[in-house]
Protein backbone atom coordinates (compact mmCIF):
# COMPACT_ATOMS: atom_id res chain seq x y z
CA UNK A 1 0.00 0.00 0.00
CA UNK A 2 2.93 2.57 1.01
CA UNK A 3 4.40 1.89 -2.43
CA UNK A 4 1.44 2.21 -4.25
CA UNK A 5 1.24 6.15 -2.60
CA UNK A 6 4.27 6.44 -3.31
CA UNK A 7 4.33 5.61 -6.71
CA UNK A 8 0.81 7.82 -6.81
CA UNK A 9 2.74 10.84 -5.07
CA UNK A 10 5.76 10.43 -7.91
CA UNK A 11 2.98 10.13 -10.69
CA UNK A 12 1.19 13.62 -9.56
CA UNK A 13 4.94 15.26 -8.98
CA UNK A 14 5.26 14.37 -12.83
CA UNK A 15 2.09 15.88 -13.56
CA UNK A 16 2.64 19.34 -12.01
CA UNK A 17 6.27 19.28 -13.51
CA UNK A 18 4.63 19.06 -17.00
CA UNK A 19 2.27 21.52 -15.96
CA UNK A 20 4.76 24.00 -14.82
CA UNK A 21 6.87 23.58 -17.81
CA UNK A 22 3.91 24.35 -20.36
CA UNK A 23 3.02 27.24 -18.75
CA UNK A 24 6.33 28.36 -18.23
CA UNK A 25 6.20 28.79 -14.54
CA UNK A 26 9.07 30.87 -12.36
CA UNK A 27 12.19 28.69 -11.82
CA UNK A 28 11.76 27.94 -7.94
CA UNK A 29 8.69 25.97 -8.93
CA UNK A 30 10.94 23.20 -10.45
CA UNK A 31 12.87 23.15 -7.25
CA UNK A 32 10.28 22.70 -4.79
CA UNK A 33 8.55 19.85 -7.20
CA UNK A 34 11.81 17.96 -7.44
CA UNK A 35 13.31 18.42 -4.09
CA UNK A 36 10.28 18.38 -1.61
CA UNK A 37 8.37 15.66 -3.69
CA UNK A 38 5.66 14.80 -3.48
CA UNK A 39 4.80 18.01 -1.01
CA UNK A 40 6.34 20.16 -3.56
CA UNK A 41 3.76 18.86 -6.39
CA UNK A 42 0.79 19.44 -3.81
CA UNK A 43 2.26 22.94 -3.14
CA UNK A 44 1.77 23.67 -6.89
CA UNK A 45 -1.28 22.33 -7.39
CA UNK A 46 -3.21 24.35 -4.53
CA UNK A 47 -1.51 27.61 -5.53
CA UNK A 48 -1.27 27.37 -9.16
CA UNK A 49 -3.28 24.72 -10.79
CA UNK A 50 -6.13 24.72 -8.93
CA UNK A 51 -6.88 28.44 -8.90
CA UNK A 52 -7.19 28.13 -12.75
CA UNK A 53 -9.38 24.81 -12.55
CA UNK A 54 -11.53 27.22 -10.40
CA UNK A 55 -11.11 30.05 -12.77
CA UNK A 56 -12.14 27.94 -15.81
CA UNK A 57 -15.10 26.32 -14.15
CA UNK A 58 -16.59 29.15 -13.43
CA UNK A 59 -16.15 30.61 -16.73
CA UNK A 60 -16.94 28.12 -18.98
CA UNK A 61 -13.75 26.88 -20.76
CA UNK A 62 -12.08 30.42 -20.46
CA UNK A 63 -8.57 30.03 -19.34
CA UNK A 64 -7.40 33.22 -16.84
CA UNK A 65 -5.32 35.82 -17.92
CA UNK A 66 -3.29 35.14 -15.00
CA UNK A 67 -3.40 32.04 -13.37
CA UNK A 68 -1.95 33.04 -10.52
CA UNK A 69 -2.86 36.10 -8.61
CA UNK A 70 -0.29 38.72 -8.82
CA UNK A 71 1.07 39.96 -5.42
CA UNK A 72 0.02 43.90 -5.63
CA UNK A 73 2.26 46.48 -4.31
CA UNK A 74 1.69 48.94 -1.99
CA UNK A 75 -1.64 51.18 -2.66
CA UNK A 76 -0.59 55.04 -3.65
CA UNK A 77 -2.61 56.19 -0.20
CA UNK A 78 -0.35 53.75 1.83
CA UNK A 79 2.56 55.49 -0.03
CA UNK A 80 1.33 58.84 0.45
CA UNK A 81 1.68 57.94 4.15
CA UNK A 82 4.60 56.32 4.71
CA UNK A 83 6.03 59.74 2.94
CA UNK A 84 4.19 61.92 5.18
CA UNK A 85 5.74 60.08 7.94
CA UNK A 86 9.79 59.24 6.58
CA UNK A 87 9.83 61.35 3.72
CA UNK A 88 13.28 59.62 1.88
CA UNK A 89 14.60 59.28 -0.98
CA UNK A 90 13.44 55.75 -1.64
CA UNK A 91 9.78 56.31 -0.17
CA UNK A 92 9.11 59.18 -2.33
CA UNK A 93 10.92 57.34 -5.40
CA UNK A 94 8.10 54.58 -4.87
CA UNK A 95 5.50 56.48 -4.39
CA UNK A 96 6.69 58.24 -7.85
CA UNK A 97 6.63 55.23 -9.67
CA UNK A 98 3.27 54.27 -8.56
CA UNK A 99 1.82 57.50 -9.24
CA UNK A 100 3.79 56.94 -13.43
CA UNK A 101 1.93 53.47 -13.40
CA UNK A 102 -1.06 54.61 -12.22
CA UNK A 103 -0.95 57.07 -15.71
CA UNK A 104 -0.95 60.50 -12.99
CA UNK A 105 2.59 61.35 -14.79
CA UNK A 106 3.09 65.26 -13.54
CA UNK A 107 2.12 64.06 -10.49
CA UNK A 108 4.77 61.36 -10.50
CA UNK A 109 6.89 64.11 -12.70
CA UNK A 110 6.35 66.56 -9.85
CA UNK A 111 8.38 63.90 -7.29
CA UNK A 112 11.08 62.62 -9.62
CA UNK A 113 11.93 66.24 -10.09
CA UNK A 114 11.99 67.36 -6.45
CA UNK A 115 14.35 63.63 -5.94
CA UNK A 116 16.82 64.83 -8.77
CA UNK A 117 17.25 68.53 -7.13
CA UNK A 118 18.28 66.52 -3.89
CA UNK A 119 20.68 64.31 -5.57
CA UNK A 120 21.35 64.51 -9.58
CA UNK A 121 23.01 61.34 -9.99
CA UNK A 122 20.85 59.23 -8.50
CA UNK A 123 20.14 57.47 -11.75
CA UNK A 124 16.45 56.19 -10.33
CA UNK A 125 15.07 59.91 -10.53
CA UNK A 126 17.03 60.67 -13.71
CA UNK A 127 15.12 57.25 -15.34
CA UNK A 128 12.17 58.25 -14.02
CA UNK A 129 11.72 62.35 -15.21
CA UNK A 130 12.87 60.33 -18.50
CA UNK A 131 9.91 57.86 -18.20
CA UNK A 132 7.58 60.95 -17.69
CA UNK A 133 9.07 63.04 -20.68
CA UNK A 134 8.40 60.25 -22.94
CA UNK A 135 4.99 59.55 -21.90
CA UNK A 136 4.72 62.92 -22.27
CA UNK A 137 5.60 62.56 -25.91
CA UNK A 138 8.82 64.48 -25.05
CA UNK A 139 11.27 62.44 -26.98
CA UNK A 140 14.06 64.60 -27.61
CA UNK A 141 14.24 65.54 -23.92
CA UNK A 142 13.64 62.15 -22.76
CA UNK A 143 17.19 61.89 -24.73
CA UNK A 144 19.10 63.64 -22.51
CA UNK A 145 18.01 61.82 -19.44
CA UNK A 146 18.47 58.37 -20.79
CA UNK A 147 22.02 58.78 -22.52
CA UNK A 148 22.64 60.23 -18.63
CA UNK A 149 21.51 57.24 -16.66
CA UNK A 150 23.43 54.90 -18.94
CA UNK A 151 26.29 57.04 -18.13
CA UNK A 152 25.83 56.48 -14.30
CA UNK A 153 25.19 52.88 -14.82
CA UNK A 154 25.38 51.24 -17.91
CA UNK A 155 23.62 48.18 -16.32
CA UNK A 156 20.94 50.28 -14.90
CA UNK A 157 17.52 47.72 -14.77
CA UNK A 158 18.57 45.24 -16.90
CA UNK A 159 19.70 47.45 -19.98
CA UNK A 160 15.86 48.94 -20.21
CA UNK A 161 17.46 53.00 -20.51
CA UNK A 162 19.08 51.80 -24.09
CA UNK A 163 16.19 50.40 -25.49
CA UNK A 164 14.11 53.84 -24.20
CA UNK A 165 16.84 55.85 -26.17
CA UNK A 166 16.95 54.09 -28.62
CA UNK A 167 12.98 54.37 -29.21
CA UNK A 168 13.55 58.11 -28.41
CA UNK A 169 16.02 58.70 -31.16
CA UNK A 170 12.96 57.05 -33.66
CA UNK A 171 10.46 59.00 -32.29
CA UNK A 172 12.62 62.11 -33.15
CA UNK A 173 12.91 60.75 -36.32
CA UNK A 174 16.74 60.01 -35.85
CA UNK A 175 16.96 56.53 -37.17
CA UNK A 176 20.88 56.18 -37.21
CA UNK A 177 21.11 56.98 -34.01
CA UNK A 178 18.43 54.71 -32.56
CA UNK A 179 20.24 51.85 -34.56
CA UNK A 180 23.80 52.67 -33.21
CA UNK A 181 22.34 52.61 -29.90
CA UNK A 182 21.01 49.23 -30.22
CA UNK A 183 24.32 48.02 -31.88
CA UNK A 184 26.88 49.02 -28.96
CA UNK A 185 23.63 47.12 -26.74
CA UNK A 186 24.00 44.15 -28.64
CA UNK A 187 27.97 44.12 -28.54
CA UNK A 188 27.44 45.36 -24.63
CA UNK A 189 24.67 41.91 -24.19
CA UNK A 190 24.30 40.13 -26.83
CA UNK A 191 21.02 38.92 -25.95
CA UNK A 192 18.15 37.37 -28.24
CA UNK A 193 15.90 39.98 -27.48
CA UNK A 194 18.33 42.38 -28.11
CA UNK A 195 19.50 41.35 -31.56
CA UNK A 196 15.69 41.05 -32.28
CA UNK A 197 15.35 44.24 -31.50
CA UNK A 198 17.91 45.77 -33.64
CA UNK A 199 17.40 43.26 -36.80
CA UNK A 200 13.44 45.10 -36.43
CA UNK A 201 14.54 48.40 -36.67
CA UNK A 202 17.10 47.58 -39.31
CA UNK A 203 14.14 45.79 -41.19
CA UNK A 204 12.46 49.08 -40.91
CA UNK A 205 14.82 51.19 -42.03
CA UNK A 206 14.94 49.28 -45.52
CA UNK A 207 18.46 47.43 -44.05
CA UNK A 208 16.89 43.86 -45.18
CA UNK A 209 20.50 42.10 -45.30
CA UNK A 210 21.86 43.10 -41.60
CA UNK A 211 18.63 42.51 -40.33
CA UNK A 212 18.40 39.52 -41.87
CA UNK A 213 22.09 38.70 -40.21
CA UNK A 214 21.35 39.63 -36.84
CA UNK A 215 18.17 37.64 -36.61
CA UNK A 216 19.73 34.89 -38.04
CA UNK A 217 22.17 35.07 -34.82
CA UNK A 218 18.94 35.58 -32.62
CA UNK A 219 17.59 32.35 -33.33
CA UNK A 220 20.87 30.16 -33.24
CA UNK A 221 21.67 32.05 -29.74
CA UNK A 222 18.24 30.69 -28.68
CA UNK A 223 18.48 27.06 -30.27
CA UNK A 224 21.95 27.15 -28.34
CA UNK A 225 21.06 28.24 -24.57
CA UNK A 226 19.75 26.43 -21.79
CA UNK A 227 16.16 25.74 -21.12
CA UNK A 228 15.64 27.81 -19.01
CA UNK A 229 16.97 30.83 -21.07
CA UNK A 230 14.79 29.68 -24.09
CA UNK A 231 11.75 29.44 -21.35
CA UNK A 232 12.30 33.17 -21.32
CA UNK A 233 13.46 34.12 -24.82
CA UNK A 234 10.56 32.12 -26.53
CA UNK A 235 8.38 34.85 -27.24
CA UNK A 236 11.60 36.73 -28.44
CA UNK A 237 12.61 33.95 -30.83
CA UNK A 238 9.13 33.67 -32.41
CA UNK A 239 9.18 37.61 -33.29
CA UNK A 240 12.75 36.76 -34.96
CA UNK A 241 11.88 33.86 -37.16
CA UNK A 242 8.51 35.71 -38.30
CA UNK A 243 10.91 38.77 -38.47
CA UNK A 244 13.27 36.82 -40.67
CA UNK A 245 10.71 35.11 -42.67
CA UNK A 246 9.28 38.58 -43.90
CA UNK A 247 12.16 39.73 -44.91
CA UNK A 248 12.50 40.20 -49.18
CA UNK A 249 15.17 37.65 -50.52
CA UNK A 250 18.03 39.03 -51.61
CA UNK A 251 18.67 39.66 -54.80
CA UNK A 252 21.95 38.08 -56.70
Not at 112 to 135: M, T, V
Amino acid sequence: MAELLNLLGIGFSIWMFVDALRRKAEFYWYILIILLMPIGGFMYFFFIKLPELQAASADGNAMPAIPFPMRKGPSIRSLQAQVQETPSQANKLSLAWALFEDNRVQESSEIFSACHQDDDDDAECIYGLARCLSANGQHQEAVTFYEKVISLDRVFRDYDPWLDLSFGYLQSDETNKALEVLGKLVVEAPRVKHKTILGRCLADAGLNDQARTVLTEAIADYEESSFFLQRDNESWVNQAKELLAGLSPTLN
